[in-house]
């Protein structure tokens, strides 16, 4: 049995909004990806419920609220002690609280749980849980779900730069204040191919509300060696998309030079 389990952080290679529902929420095609590199989720064997701690631990309680706790209790396992380190900004389009609650599902899932009720419980948990649950490259439409993996061979270990400028960026503020224009699905093709000529319909609304994702993303285009940048999510991490781990690396070190008090990380899609 697993003692710990990684919730990769999210980014959205392309989102495009096609419509608003009738019941309030919106119909997507995104294609997911992750990275290598997230919180980290782990049995405590010393306590019960959920303790929070790491770097971005004080923004969160692990009150009835928390998605780790509404997933161990959708489990039946919420007696278990769980320690969750918060390596990664909150409310920063990068999957945040969906990470760590698919996380806890893989960590607590009960032999009698097959795969098609554990997804059934992240769908019920929130729209992005299901492809968390995943971790892998997909496509998805309508709410999020349910989500297709797709083959992504030439994304596998490529260099990824995620910034974010410790500015929190709720979803709901950012869905509301776009314009409703539908600009169309995402392509067909191969999933690097797709994102190149995609979009994030989330991106116009975020920047009018967070005038400093403008500047998070003329800082990411500016980099030598950049084969993407787009912001990820409802924002407002941004990130960037290598060839090469030098230009990477060199990224970061320009970025954190540049800007000391944001978030950087340095990582690789899954």
């Not at 994030?200 to 920047?207: C, F, G, K, S």
Request: charged letters at 20%; proline letters at 7%.
């Amino acid at each position: 049995m697993a003692s710990f389990e990684t919730a990769f952080a999210k980014i959205n290679l392309a989102l495009h909004v096609r419509r608003r529902r009738p019941d309030g929420y919106h119909d997507i095609e995104t294609i997911f990806a992750f990275a290598e590199d997230g919180d980290r989720l782990e049995r405590d064997a010393d306590g019960t419920g959920l303790t929070i701690e790491g770097p971005f631990g004080a923004g969160l309680t692990a009150g009835n609220d928390n998605l780790v706790r509404r997933a161990a209790e959708a489990l039946g396992r919420a007696d278990v002690g769980l320690r969750l380190d918060k390596r990664l900004p909150i409310a920063a389009g990068i999957g945040g609280g969906s990470a760590d609650a698919a996380a806890a599902l893989r960590l607590l899932r009960p032999p009698g749980v097959d795969e098609v009720a554990l997804e059934a419980i992240a769908a019920g948990l929130g729209a992005d849980v299901p492809a968390c649950l995943l971790s892998q490259t997909a496509r998805a439409e309508g709410l999020g779900y349910p989500v297709e993996p797709i083959a992504a061979a030439g994304l596998s270990a490529m260099p990824l730069l995620l910034v974010n400028p410790r500015v929190p960026c709720p979803t709901g503020p950012v869905f509301a204040g776009w314009d409703r224009i539908d600009r169309g699905p995402l392509a067909g093709s191969d999933p690097l191919a797709a994102a190149l000529v995609g979009r994030n319909d989330l991106e116009l609304p975020a920047r009018a509300a967070l005038p400093v994702i403008d500047a998070v993303l003329a800082l990411l285009q500016a980099q030598h060696g950049v084969l993407l940048a787009r912001m990820s999510g409802s924002g407002a991490t941004c990130f960037a998309l290598f060839d090469r781990q030098t230009d990477r690396d060199a990224a970061a070190a320009a970025v954190e030079q540049a800007q000391p008090a944001w978030w950087c990380l340095a990582t690789a899609l899954r």
